[in-house]
């Protein structure tokens, strides 16, 4: 089969393990919640006699009358009540002519009950996904398929497979290194083919995550750090499980989220150790490395500092409070949940340095002469010029 036949095979069997985990559902039964039907619709009038206002904080309930604009009562209007917390990361403060997510239930065939959801903003996310898949199929052709692919498949493993084992009780550290292998296997092998440069992808990045997981566990027990520390933690304990291991929950939070710098900076060594191998088939293996090891030079830095923006910039309106109270450098680096996101960027950077010489070693030893090597290498390399 031809190298572009291996593609499409590799991206049709990435579509179907999708699809199988779009309708996997491993989520332990909880309490039962009240579902109703969800429609679009148009506020014609407002009621705010019920808010009430604290300077900038509004609580109590906002009642609406609302048009569905799709759905089994279409057409018709309906009370929706939106209520008000306090809370402004939450509410949503509504006017007459937006359009908003109902959740109604139907009584007597008329809509009753209704709830707002937030404003209605699942076709521009659609628009949006639509317009990201288009671009990298657009400039990347098959390629672009594949990435397209093994983003919605991390997605998926992460929403249909690694979060609802978590709920069961499954182990976050092992569960989580074995996500993650998943992961990387199919991003690397579906980009860099199944060829040298995707096994010393492969191999480079979890190497990375190994190393990163390792200093993870070591430094959360230096810092006295723990997984309450994360936002919506201990809202989930309320939820009724209590016996989460919230602190090796974080510990694999850090290494998935610098799973994917590691897999770039990797792919990005690999690519270009394969490139030198085919410009100078006669390299030696020191030589190859040590031109690899120059490329993560080169790299290593601007990736180092993508961590800290962006972790940092999702954080600016606390850093912002902290400046405003006139804290000094002292309290605010030693609080926990600072000293948290220190430990992110920090450990997950030592991992983005490390791939580098790892993924470099094991590209230079793997792009050796086919003389006297295995003969799955050998095939490796027939199927890389076919």
């Known amino acids: 089969m031809s190298r572009i036949g291996r593609e499409w095979l590799f991206a049709a069997v990435i579509a179907v393990v999708c699809i199988l985990l779009l309708n996997l559902d491993l989520a332990p039964p909880g309490p039962p919640a009240e579902r109703g039907l969800h429609a679009r619709g148009l506020i014609v009038d407002v009621d705010n006699s019920r808010v009430r206002t604290n300077l900038i904080i509004k609580t109590e309930a906002q009642v609406l009358s609302v048009r569905l604009l799709d759905g089994p009562a279409k057409g018709e209007e309906i009370a929706v009540t939106n209520m008000l917390t306090g809370k402004l990361e939450l509410d949503e403060f509504y006017e007459t002519g937006s359009v908003i997510l109902v959740e109604y239930d139907l009584l007597d065939g008329q809509p009753a009950h209704g709830m707002a959801r937030g404003y209605y903003r699942l076709q521009m996310q659609l628009l949006l996904i639509g317009c990201f898949v288009a671009l990298l199929i657009g400039v990347a052709g098959v390629t672009g398929l594949k990435a397209a692919l093994s983003f919605v498949f991390a997605a998926l493993v992460l929403w249909k497979l690694y979060f609802p084992l978590l709920l069961l009780g499954y182990p976050p550290i092992p569960a989580g290194l074995a996500v993650v292998a998943v992961l990387t296997g199919v991003v690397t092998f579906s980009v860099g083919g199944l060829s040298r440069r995707g096994i010393a992808t492969f191999s480079g990045s979890m190497l990375g995550v190994l190393l990163t997981c390792g200093l993870a566990v070591w430094f959360a027990q230096a810092f006295n750090l723990h997984g309450a520390i994360r936002p919506f933690a201990e809202a989930l304990l309320y939820s009724g499980y209590y016996e989460l291991r919230l602190t090796d929950i974080f510990i694999a939070s850090v290494f998935i989220a610098s799973s994917g710098a590691v897999m770039d900076l990797a792919m990005d060594i690999a690519a ?67 000293a948290a996101e220190t430990l992110n ?42």
Request: glycine share 8%.
């Open 272 to 338: 270009s150790m394969d490139e030198i191998k085919l410009s100078k088939p006669d390299i030696g293996v020191l030589e190859h490395i040590a031109s690899g090891l120059r490329v993560g030079r080169a790299v290593i830095g601007t990736m180092t500092t993508t961590l800290l923006l962006a972790y940092s910039s999702s954080h600016i309106c606390m850093f912002l409070l902290f400046m405003a109270k006139g804290l000094p450098a002292e309290n605010i680096l030693n609080a926990p949940f600072v």
């Open 345 to 386: 960027i920090l450990v997950g950077s030592f991992g983005l340095i490390t791939v580098a010489p790892f993924t470099a070693v094991v590209a230079g030893f793997l792009y050796r002469a086919n003389v006297g090597r295995p003969s799955w290498i050998r095939l490796l390399s027939r199927n890389e010029t076919a």
